[in-house]
C-alpha cells in the first residue's frame, strides 16, 4: 500500500517515566544518528516526569524496519542500566 510507505512518524510507548529526553536519546543514537529529523518526549511538568511516550520521525520510511526490530518488545531494564522496570516498548505508527 502506497500510503504505509509514505509514513515515517511513529509512536514510541511503555517508556519508563524516569526516561529523560537525554537519556532516550543516547540510546536512540547509538543505532539511528542522522536517520530520524524529529524526537519528542512530553515530559508532566509537576513531577517532572515523562508520560510514557514519545515521537520519532524517520528522514526515510527504509529506517523503520530496523528500528522496530531493535526497540519493539525491548525490555527497556536490558538496555538501561539504571532502569529497574519490566515495561516493555512498543512501537506503533502514530495516528497525526
Not at 29 to 58: E, H, W
Not at 74 to 96: H, L, Q, T
Amino acid at each position: 500500500d502506497e500510503e504505509v510507505l509514505s509514513l515515517t512518524t511513529l509512536m514510541i510507548k511503555n517508556i519508563p517515566i524516569r526516561f529523560l529526553q537525554a537519556d532516550m536519546l543516547k540510546l536512540l543514537n547509538r543505532t539511528n544518528r542522522g536517520k530520524y529529523d524529529y524526537f519528542y518526549l512530553p515530559m508532566d511538568l509537576k513531577t517532572q516526569c515523562s508520560v510514557g511516550f514519545a515521537f520519532i520521525n524517520f528522514v526515510d520510511p527504509l529506517f523503520i524496519l530496523d528500528f522496530y526490530l531493535e526497540f519493539n518488545c525491548m525490555r527497556w531494564s536490558d538496555v538501561m542500566p539504571f532502569c529497574n522496570s519490566n515495561k516493555m516498548g512498543e512501537i506503533v505508527y502514530a495516528n497525526m
